[in-house]
């Protein structure tokens, strides 16, 4: 008798996970967490990103652990992140108190505190760098000093980078964009109560900022090609780091120098200016400023630049452009989600297969009686 | 007609506005309007105070051109969309007592399923273009509670072959079909309960002339046989002379003229209805 | 850096939520109560919403037992088990009457169920009506008003199409003849189980984020036309190889050597009971 898939599972289970474990280390090499999380940080960044959980340390791991698939190591992260209280809600984070590393403006050329292009890959040649094939420690420590001591005139400038006005208050000085007062409504938070829709703005942004990258990506790109809106411009992008406080646990102060600092987390924020047409008295119509939000954990440029496209198209709302409607895109960009659902169609369906088979037999039984 | 019977609908006061009003334009008495609109806030008052009777087994016309606000009656009636201010009476629902447009939206469904029909211009919004002709009309009785196939197919059987669709067509979908039929579908599917009302928004706008004749002649027979209710919207005086017994001319969200149909056609009293009259060959 | 895991794996915060959504859904049989879903360490749409139902209430007394498809001893429901016996010591049983915790995908038990067990669903498609309406909010509203139009203009249209209801699994019932619910991809064989089940029935749904219950003695009746009434699964002139039985749920096998198509329980700890009880030969 034949190899029947649902009995066994025991055995044949352990077995898989064998070979895993094989596949992973058959080279006889083994990957140093430490060497990911210093050499990788793009995947570090985007997997932090995606997991909604900061932690460069447990990324690095999960990215071992998941031989480098971004989508199992955000998975591993999500549901190790599914195990942790939660003690806190920080205090609000103003990005404007950002220790920036990077900060452009596609808008203007001249912006108060100057344009930092920072560490960026925008202008490197995308030539494959033969050298790092020999690349040693030795190299790198050499190149290092040589570097740093090439660049100690500048040090002042180093200690002294960081807050930036934003460039966004400078056009509301102007009147150009919109005055929008401070909204202090707590947010809600989509990994504690469940989304309802119509979604509130905190919500769409936090799932927004935890989508999968590609995913949010490819949909504001249909955004701009042709589903939606206009052009939109880049008032400020900024990369740096935030400084993160939360109220004292043990008394009811919320006094702001009580707060502890708790650390630093690396972000990118995007504010992106759309134009649009407001309608005022008399019919008359004006062309105003809008703009969009984006913020993602570490340095994630196109995903913040997206997000920010895209919470500009749901504020739209137009349901019959899939990337206006908020459920269209909310929940389906998921990365949790979606490679969960499109994988599990890989267990086996053989009772509902079996229904179905039922159901198709009697219908051509129905049929052929009928014609007979 | 002739003999005094009391109307089957009544609607009182119906206002339907999209915007939020100013100053200028508040009150009804003396807003200051361009045609229908504000142009100090850039208000739209689609439907002015309408108020008007139907009676049983009566044609009621409503012409006037794009933008008079008649489709906005008719959406407002069939609570597409609610109305700002207004009230509107069925004699079958709680004996006329109860305003409709105060009810619940389950109530409001229940008048929809049971007590009323409607045509739309754009048969989109009153079909499921993927699903069955026959599941289109049983759709609607379905909401009516029936829960018998046989009977549901028997009964849209019949009424497809009273529109003059072949019944061996009744599976396939309508957007197989062309806007004729589809026209005809949507009908079967509002005459499905049996309904004493039936609301008729445009149903020939854009249909060839040889296909709106066929279309129209399915309507009068349908009224003479079924002796339903109906309140039939038009831009067109042609289709309204053809099948209405009496008539309201709307320009602007207002009522400007309204009578016997043939009174108006003969005398037509507002520079409006004249113009109209005297464009229609 | 060394971590433990906490009991059951989720934490004490999070338990308690789901708890209370949970209790939520008891109170309102076959309302989909929304909740915020948490990640596991298994896939999306790979039971989830179950898994996050019995961690949140399994206890250290409790006997669990872990069915897919009908099979103890499948991958899927293996893996399960695997990770709550490593999160809780909870020792797991194939033998239903002896289980206090029951986590399916797919299947209800051939042996009764009685007071005192929790059944646990895993449901990939919480919503009856998706297939009629893609949006959330529309369906939220459509229960909160009862109409369920939909849900029979999808049986009536494969009615039409195929002379016969061909839902397969997750055929729609109506709970406490309130809610609309999709009873999980069980197959119709096994939708009477649910009603007026001694046990309480959990469905969880974690990538679609809802929790609804079935609780005991309530009424769950399969919808189905007046006249084309609700017919399960059935298997007649079979009977399963392995152990005689005849009025159960099959699985159709295909044995090469013999080249002929034979059958089995598909509930396989009752077919080894079956087995276990009968005198050798």
């Given amino acids: 008798m034949g190899y029947v898939a649902v009995k066994g599972g025991t055995r044949a289970i352990e077995e898989s996970l064998k070979r895993l474990q094989f596949e992973r280390l058959q080279s006889g090499k083994v990957i140093e967490v430490e060497a990911i999380s210093s050499g990788m940080r793009g995947l570090v ?15 690095a791991l999960a990215i071992k ?10 998975f591993l992260l999500r549901a190790y992140r599914s195990t942790l209280p939660r003690k806190h809600y920080s205090r609000t984070v103003h990005s404007a108190e950002m ?17 930092v292009l920072g560490a960026s890959t925008d202008y490197s040649h995308r030539l494959l760098d033969f050298d790092l094939l020999e690349e040693t420690t030795a190299s790198a420590t050499a190149w290092l000093e040589q570097y740093l001591g090439m660049e100690e005139l500048d040090q002042e400038a180093f200690a002294q980078e960081g807050r930036f006005p934003k460039v966004l208050d400078y056009l509301r000085k102007e009147g150009l964009i919109a005055d929008c007062s401070v909204d202090s409504t707590e947010p809600d938070d989509v990994t504690r109560t469940s989304l309802t829709f119509p979604a509130t703005r905190s919500e769409k942004l936090q799932i927004l ?13 249909a955004v701009i090609r042709g589903y939606g809106m206009v052009h939109p411009t880049v008032g400020e992008l900024r990369v740096g780091e935030l400084p993160v406080y939360i109220d004292s646990p043990l008394t009811q102060n919320t006094d702001e120098d009580e707060a502890y600092y708790i650390g630093e987390i690396k972000v990118t924020e995007v504010e992106m200016l759309v134009p649009a047409t407001v309608e005022k008295e008399n019919g008359r119509k004006e062309l105003e400023l809008d703009f969009g939000y984006g913020l993602c954990y570490g340095q994630n440029e196109t995903k913040a630049i997206a997000m920010s496209i895209l919470d500009k198209s749901l504020e739209k709302g137009d349901k019959s452009i899939p990337t206006q409607n908020e459920e269209f895109v909310l929940f389906h960009i998921d990365s949790v989600e979606s490679t969960g659902f499109i994988s599990h169609l890989k267990m086996p369906h053989y009772v509902t297969f079996q229904a179905k088979l039922n159901d198709v037999r009697k219908t051509r039984k129905q049929s052929t009686e009928k014609e007979g | 007609m002739g003999q005094i019977s009391s109307p089957i609908m009544s609607v009182r006061q119906l206002n339907k506005q999209f915007g939020k009003g100013c100053e200028q334009c508040s009150n009804s008495d003396n807003r200051k309007l361009e045609r229908n609109y504000c142009r100090a806030c850039g208000t739209v008052y689609s439907c002015q105070n309408l108020s008007f009777d139907l009676y049983p087994g009566e044609v009621l016309g409503i012409v006037g051109e794009s933008g008079s606000g008649k489709s906005t009656l008719m959406r407002s009636l069939y609570f597409d969309q609610e109305v700002t201010t207004g009230e509107a009476y069925l004699q079958p629902y709680k004996e006329g007592a109860v305003n409709l447009f105060q009810e619940s939206s389950q109530q409001q469904k229940y008048i929809r399923n049971h007590l009323m029909g409607k045509v739309y211009q754009n048969p989109v919004l009153g079909l499921r273009m993927g699903f069955s002709s026959i599941g289109n009309i049983a759709e609607k009785m379905i909401a009516a509670g029936n829960r018998n196939v046989a009977a549901m197919e028997a009964r849209g059987s019949e009424l497809l072959d009273q529109v003059h669709i072949p019944v061996y067509r009744m599976k396939e979908a309508p957007k197989k ?17 049996n309904p004493p009302i039936l609301l008729l928004d445009e149903v020939t706008t854009g249909l060839d002339l040889s296909v709106q004749a066929n279309v129209l002649d399915l309507i009068k027979h349908l009224q003479r046989e079924l002796k339903i209710s109906m309140l039939l919207v038009s831009h067109d005086l042609g289709v309204i002379r053809m099948l209405a017994d009496r008539t309201m001319v709307m320009l602007d969200g207002r009522v400007v003229e309204q009578g016997l149909t043939d ?19 | 850096m060394r971590i433990q895991y906490n009991f059951a794996f989720l934490d ?10 949970t209790l939520k859904a008891i109170a309102i049989p076959g309302y989909q109560v929304p909740f915020a879903s948490r990640e596991l360490p298994i896939g999306r749409g790979w039971g989830t919403g179950g898994l996050q139902l019995t961690l949140s209430l399994i206890g250290k007394s409790d006997v669990l037992k872990v069915i897919d498809q009908g099979s103890d001893e499948s991958v899927n429901a293996v893996s399960i088990k695997k990770l709550i016996d490593k999160t809780t010591g909870v020792p797991a049983t194939d033998a239903t009457e002896a289980a206090t915790l029951i986590q399916s995908r797919h299947r209800i038990p051939e042996v009764p169920l009685r007071t005192g067990q929790l059944l646990v669903l895993q449901v990939p498609m919480p919503e009856p009506l998706r297939m009629y309406e893609p949006s959330e909010l529309e369906t939220k509203r459509l229960h909160g008003e009862k109409d369920y139009s939909g849900a029979w203009l999808m049986l009536f249209e494969q009615i039409m199409k195929y002379r016969s209801v061909s839902t397969g699994a997750d055929h729609p019932v109506m709970v406490n003849d309130r809610y609309v619910m999709a009873p999980s991809p069980i197959p119709k064989f096994d939708n009477p189980k649910m009603n007026y089940s001694e046990a309480l029935i959990l469905l969880g749904a974690g990538r679609e984020k809802k929790i609804y219950a079935v609780p005991p003695y309530t009424q769950v009746v399969s919808l189905a036309f007046e006249d084309v009434p609700f017919e399960p699964e059935s298997f007649p002139g079979h009977s399963c190889r392995q152990c005689g039985a005849e009025d159960v ?33």
Avoid: W
């Fill in chain 1, 209 to 221: 900022t935890r989508g999968q990258t590609g995913a949010v990506t490819s949909l504001a790109y």
């Fill in chain 2, 177 to 193: 079909f062309s806007g004729g039929m589809q026209q005809r579908v949507q009908i079967a599917k509002a005459l499905s309960n």
């Fill in chain 2, 263 to 281: 009174q108006i056609l003969e005398d037509p009293q507002h520079a409006y209805t004249q113009q109209l009259v005297h464009s229609l060959l």
């Fill in chain 1, 45 to 59: 960044d985007q997997v932090m990103s995606e997991s909604s959980l900061y932690s460069e340390e447990l990324a």
């Fill in chain 3, 12 to 21: 004490e915060g999070s338990k308690r939520e789901i708890r209370r959504a």
């Fill in chain 1, 65 to 74: 652990q998941a031989e480098g698939n971004p989508e199992e190591a955000v």
């Fill in chain 3, 249 to 281: 749920f099959m699985d159709e096998l295909y044995d090469s050597e013999k080249e002929e198509t034979y059958y089995q329980c598909n509930d396989t700890s009752y077919c080894l009971q079956r087995m276990n009880a009968q005198p050798l030969v």
């Fill in chain 1, 99 to 115: 220790r920036v590393e990077r900060r452009i403006s596609a808008s203007f050329k001249d912006i108060p505190g100057g344009q």
